[in-house]
């Protein structure tokens, strides 16, 4: 009983990797120090369940083949919920709510698309181009809304802040922005300035997102980790400057 409470002990305490990509200002590196309020938030999970963990930036489309290929003791951070996704991996509780996304349109677009009142007349025009991550989702609601889209969609292996300047650029049309990103871009990049932001009554809500983690990982580490998000209260109340700065 004393060796399998041993072994027991031993895969509890194993460490997992947890992988996170570039996206301001939820995490990212500046002057290779590891900042943002949601990397933050999940090294308190980690720190506070006693669940021994590395973290590690990657860029998305390589995080989610490692999921679909079984990587034991993995976790990645910040993630949505999706269908397709769950055969792969195991869902915490939420440890966000975003705010409803706005649009980010070049300065040659937004002149085309002023005459658009709803996202789903922007998206009906063919003429324009939307620029995502490859392997990326905008969420359940506006990826079903991009099924039946006539404007074309752009998949780039880029993370966040280079989207942003292929859209200065006008190399895209427009992007689904999420506002604490815009709200730092404006703030760090002069490439904000030839960039329009609008707001459509017809946007979906905002996604919760999730830390997602491998199957082999135990539920009792998951309950521990669920345990921290819990006593969190995570709502969906906008963050301070202060907790935006992390």
């Known amino acids: 009983m004393l060796w399998l409470a041993a072994v027991t002990a031993t895969a509890q305490a194993q460490e997992i990797t947890v992988a996170w990509r570039e996206n301001p200002p939820y995490n990212y590196t500046e002057q290779?120090?590891?900042?943002?309020?949601l990397l933050a938030r999940g090294?308190?999970?980690f720190a506070q369940a006693h669940v021994p963990a590395q973290?590690?930036?990657?860029?998305?489309?390589?995080?989610?083949?490692?999921?679909?290929?079984g990587t034991p003791a993995y976790c990645s951070l910040g993630r949505y919920r999706l269908p397709e996704r769950e055969p792969v991996m195991q869902y915490s509780l939420p440890i966000h709510i975003d705010p409803p996304?706005?649009?980010?349109l070049s300065a040659a677009a937004a002149r085309q698309?002023?005459?658009?009142?709803?996202?789903?007349?922007?998206?009906?025009?063919?003429?324009?181009?939307?620029?995502?991550?490859?392997?990326?989702?905008?969420?359940t609601e506006i990826d079903d809304m991009l099924k039946s889209a006539a404007t074309q969609v752009e998949r780039r292996t880029v993370e966040s802040p280079l989207m942003m300047k292929l859209l200065a650029a006008d190399r895209i049309s427009f992007v689904f922005a999420d506002?604490?990103?815009?709200?730092?871009?404006?703030?760090?990049?002069?490439?904000?300035?030839?960039?329009v932001a609008r707001e459509f009554p017809d946007m979906p809500a905002g996604q919760k997102r999730y830390l997602v983690c491998s199957k082999d990982i135990s539920p009792d580490v998951m309950h521990r980790l669920n345990a921290v998000?819990?006593?969190?209260?995570?709502?969906?109340?906008p963050l301070t400057d202060a907790e935006l700065n992390q």
């Open 179 to 195: 506002r604490y990103a815009w709200h730092y871009l404006k703030q760090h990049d002069p490439a904000a300035k030839d960039i």
């Open 32 to 37: 290779g120090v590891e900042k943002g309020f």
């Open 113 to 139: 698309a002023h005459k658009y009142g709803k996202v789903t007349e922007l998206l009906a025009d063919s003429s324009l181009s939307l620029g995502m991550s490859d392997g990326g989702s905008f969420g």
């Open 43 to 45: 090294k308190q999970i």
């Open 229 to 237: 998000i819990k006593s969190m209260k995570i709502s969906a109340q």
């Open 101 to 104: 996304r706005i649009v980010l």
């Open 55 to 69: 973290f590690v930036v990657e860029p998305t489309k390589r995080i989610w083949a490692k999921f679909r290929v």
